[in-house]
């Protein structure tokens, strides 16, 4: 089953690490997301560019409105994905507690649905 790995970020945490820590343990991240991909657990991964570069989009009754910024105000905001299989929701979770970032912010994991079944199911 495929899991969503969603790495959020809390700026007071990162900025707060002692001088090349973030880049050691981003090294460190490249190191491990090589070896996930080379087991294929590990099916893909993006880092996102800071929040204020955002936008949040909404559409409601017919008029759209585009606000700066994530959707909701908060000190974590989503850092960057990874796309992995693993055998259960135990077994994501070991894959996401070993990542550095679930120290300096949170890291959610979320299945995710199978959109064949979906397009079956709606007959699309």
């Given at each position: ?98 990542f550095p970032w679930a120290q300096t912010g949170a890291i959610e ?16």
């Amino acid at each position: 089953m495929k899991y969503l790995v969603m790495i959020y970020c809390d700026d007071s945490l990162l900025d707060a690490l002692p001088e090349g820590e973030f880049d050691r343990r981003m090294k460190g991240c490249f190191g491990k997301a090589d070896a996930l991909q080379a087991q294929g657990v590990l099916l893909g991964s993006q880092q996102l560019e800071a929040p204020a570069g955002a936008r949040t989009v909404r559409v409601r009754d017919g008029r759209t409105s585009v606000v700066d910024g994530p959707f909701a105000e908060t000190k974590e905001y989503l850092g960057g994905f990874n796309l992995i299989e693993a055998a259960d929701m135990d077994e994501a979770v070991r894959i996401a507690q070993s990542f550095p970032w679930a120290q300096t912010g949170a890291i959610e994991v979320r299945p995710v649905r199978d959109m064949d079944a979906v397009r079956r199911r709606v007959g699309a």
